[in-house]
């Protein structure tokens, strides 16, 4: 007997790679937070569904898809960037509000002073929101700390964040990811820090699954970034990173060379970059809210990632200066209006592919029997749709190991 059953449902399993894997008039039955059995209706073992499970659902026609996974945030932060956002309005370009000592500075400044718990509330906000939008599992970055006490604050509210709602956290390092002023004059010696000090120290507590950096101009060099990297693999973490964003630094290539999970933004990746990605299995992360957000006009280089089949993913890069958003189906929307993406990319681009993006492809990603029951049910009449509103989230349940998931509101 299964713990609970959803029939009536039509699945987007998302298995099959380059489909939706629809199943039409199906059921799912669940144990111990886990896909047991999935199929059409028809194909439903003998007997009444109140004999195969303890909990019955009836989705009446909904569809379920696997939880959505936003594989890119910096959600954790203090304060605001709207003053920025204004200044930006007014003329002055990212790059130089960031060389003026605001932007991602600014933001250090405001999460330094911020104690833990008016940074969990501030996040909480943030993930619930996501959490309406069918997320079972989010990545979540530091960087804004930039000291290793306030690092570990930032993945401290992360890991909190993960037990509190249930979901599916990945906590990701990104002490390279701008220079402090303490460090202003000496980038070399803030990566020495960054690897001898506070990687060693979040790495003690237990804070941290993943390693990224911000490789460029205005962060810092493949050297530096390799040394994080070096750094990582010593600690068995997996590494990913900002890559190509505003400039090509090769950024793509220096994450294949490291087997990285991903290289996210690459707008201004190259061929040579996408082919090594390929080789290596990195994931391309691609986020169409910053390049929204910062008006940016190259665009990611899609037909070369579908050519090398290097798998593409999609997230909110939620963060108070690029990407100062907590919806995923926006994003989906986005990628498909400003990127060219299909609304099955779109969904892959949040499903398996996000999945891959976290190492997380063998619990989750797709609705396959043994995989996590995470779950999102929607109120739909094609998948299509989830990629098709904008500002509005057709999620009827959000359900996480089995669990649903409730929102702190
Ligand atoms: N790239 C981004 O999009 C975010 N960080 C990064 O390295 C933006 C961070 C910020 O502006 O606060
Ligand atoms: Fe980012």
Same mark, same amino acid.
């Given at each position: ?5 959803w ?6 399993t998302?298995a ?13 039955g ?23 499970a ?22 954790v932060y ?8 204004e200044k ?8 130089e509000?960031?060389?003026a000592?605001?932007?991602?500075l600014s ?11 008016s940074?969990?509330?501030?996040a ?19 960087g ?24 599916r956290v ?9 220079l402090?002023?303490?460090?202003k004059?000496?980038?070399d ?5 960054v ?9 003690r507590e237990?804070?941290v ?6 490789g ?12 994080v990297?070096?750094r990582?693999k ?5 590494? +990913?990173?900002?890559?190509?964003q &505003?400039? #090509?630094?090769?950024?793509? =290539?220096?994450a294949?060379? %490291?087997?990285?999970? *991903? ?12 082919k090594k990605?390929a080789?290596a ?10 390049f929204?957000?910062?008006?940016e006009t190259?665009?990611?280089p ?10 593409m ?5 939620c ?5 100062p ?11 498909c ?26 619990e989750c990603g797709?609705?396959?029997?043994? +995989?996590?029951?995470?779950?999102? &049910?929607? #109120?739909?009449?094609?998948? =299509?749709?989830?990629s098709? %509103?904008?500002?509005? *989230? ?16």
């Amino acid at each position: 007997m299964w713990d609970a059953i959803w029939i009536n449902a039509h699945l987007a399993t998302m298995a099959p790679e380059g489909d939706y894997g629809i199943i039409k008039n199906g059921a799912l039955g669940i144990a111990d937070g886990k896909i047991r059995w999935l199929g059409e209706m028809s194909a439903l073992p003998p007997g009444a569904p109140q004999e195969l499970a303890k909990e019955v659902h009836d989705a009446d026609g909904k569809w379920m898809t696997p939880g959505l996974i936003d594989c890119h945030t910096h959600l954790v932060y203090g304060g605001s960037r709207a003053t920025e956002f204004e200044k930006r309005l007014n003329g002055a370009s990212y790059a130089e509000i960031a060389a003026a000592g605001g932007g991602i500075l600014s933001t250090v400044a405001a999460t330094n002073i911020a104690d833990e718990d008016s940074l969990y509330n501030a996040a909480r906000k943030r993930l619930d929101t996501l959490i309406g939008e069918g997320v079972t599992g989010v990545e979540i970055k530091s960087g804004y700390g930039l000291t290793p006490e306030s690092e570990a604050k930032m993945l401290r509210v992360a890991t909190r964040l993960g037990t509190d709602t249930g979901l599916r956290v990945q906590r990701t390092f990104l002490g390279a990811h701008a220079l402090p002023p303490k460090f202003k004059d000496d980038p070399d010696g803030y990566i020495e820090h960054v690897c001898k000090e506070m990687l060693p120290a979040v790495f003690r507590e237990s804070l941290v699954d993943a390693v990224d950096a911000f490789g460029e101009k205005i962060g810092f060099t493949p050297e530096q970034v390799a040394r994080v990297f070096e750094r990582a693999k010593k600690y068995g973490l997996p590494v +990913k990173l900002h890559a190509d964003q &505003l400039s #090509d630094q090769n950024g793509g =290539a220096l994450a294949a060379q %490291y087997q990285a999970l *991903s290289a996210d933004h690459l707008e201004y990746t190259t061929e040579d970059s996408i082919k090594k990605m390929a080789e290596a299995g990195t994931i391309a992360v691609l986020l169409p809210g910053a390049f929204y957000f910062l008006k940016e006009t190259k665009l990611p280089p899609l037909d070369l990632m579908r050519q090398h089949n290097v798998p593409m993913a999609i997230a909110t890069d939620c963060n108070p200066g690029s990407s100062p958003s907590a919806s995923i189906l926006l994003m989906m929307n986005m990628a498909c209006m400003l990127f060219g993406m299909t609304p099955l990319e779109a969904l892959q681009g949040t499903t398996i592919n996000a999945a891959k993006a976290l190492g997380w492809q063998e619990e989750c990603g797709t609705l396959e029997k043994g +995989k996590a029951a995470d779950l999102a &049910l929607w #109120d739909i009449s094609h998948p =299509a749709e989830l990629s098709y %509103y904008i500002g509005f *989230s057709p999620c009827a349940a959000t359900i996480r190991g089995g669990q649903t998931l409730s929102t702190a509101t």
